[in-house]
Nanobody, 126 residues
Framework: QVQLVESGGGLVQAGGSLRLSCAAS????????MGWFRQAPGKEREFVAA????????DYAGSVKGRFTISRDNAKNTVYLQMNSLKPEDTAAYYC???????????????????WGQGTQVTVSS
């Protein structure tokens, strides 16, 4: 079992930056692929970014590519999402998720992740 706790959300003006963190419990964190997802009011949860167990492979949604960067520190059991050039349409609750399957290429489907955090709110004002 893995517990995930997100932090770093908040209110920021358009064009600004935020860094989200997701701290994981458990000794198996380093073998898990990790993902970030977001959900805006009235919309379905959507993929944002993912990273494989080693950090060597990443994937991004087209809407954030070039603006967001996912990274991980396995020594600290933490995954990060650096968000730059934020837009009002990035406003959502952001969720960290863990895929317990040992895979080389991180996956992008909501149903492919096994553990979820409680979410952190990001609000971007225009």
């Amino acid at each position: 079992q893995v517990q995930l706790v997100e932090s770093g959300g908040g209110l920021v003006q358009a064009g600004g930056s935020l860094r989200l963190s997701c701290a994981a419990s458990g000794r198996t964190f380093s073998s898990y692929a990790m993902g970030w997802f977001r959900q805006a009011p009235g919309k379905e949860r959507e993929f944002v970014a993912a990273i494989n167990w080693s950090g060597g492979t990443t994937d991004y949604a087209g809407s954030v590519k070039g603006r967001f960067t996912i990274s991980r520190d396995n020594a600290k059991n933490t995954v990060y999402l650096q968000m730059n050039s934020l837009k009002p349409e990035d406003t959502a609750a952001y969720y960290c998720a863990a895929d317990k399957h040992f895979i080389l290429t991180p996956r992008t489907g909501v149903n492919e992740y096994d553990y979820w955090g409680q979410g952190t709110q990001v609000t971007v004002s225009s």
